[in-house]
Nanobody, 116 residues
Framework: VQLQASGGGLVQAGGSLRLSCAASGGTFRTWSMGWFRQAPGKEREFVAGITWSGGSTYYADSVKGRFTISRDNAKNTVYLQMNSLKLEDTAVYYC??????????WGQGTQVTVSS
């Protein structure tokens, strides 16, 4: 099973980015999925999660109202639309799959840098 994250880059504060995470080799449509991030010198933190059907989504307080997680089970892909980006959103973003009760399949990460 592999998760391939993409879509990161350099963006000015207030701008937008859309991250994608493509899954291969597993039953993506049965997994809950999540996005996490890790800023320099900080621990990895939860950003957003979505259930297998897409019927429920969850967000960290710091991104509520700015980020939107979604998924396309036909394409085995989960997305993170990030709007109104702030300097403090700078981090490496990881997608993860939760086939059981915990996130135990991780992608390689994609860098998001927000500049002033």
């Amino acid at each position: 099973v592999q998760l391939q994250a993409s879509g990161g880059g350099l963006v000015q504060a207030g701008g937008s980015l859309r991250l994608s995470c493509a899954a291969s080799g597993g039953t993506f449509r049965t997994w809950s999925m999540g996005w996490f991030r890790q800023a320099p010198g900080k621990e990895r933190e939860f950003v957003a999660g979505i259930t297998w059907s897409g019927g429920s989504t969850y967000y960290a307080d710091s991104v509520k109202g700015r980020f939107t997680i979604s998924r396309d089970n036909a394409k085995n892909t989960v997305y993170l639309q990030m709007n109104s980006l702030k300097l403090e959103d700078t981090a490496v973003y990881y997608c993860a799959a939760r086939p059981t009760i915990k996130y135990d399949i991780w992608g390689q990460g994609t860098q998001v840098t927000v500049s002033s």
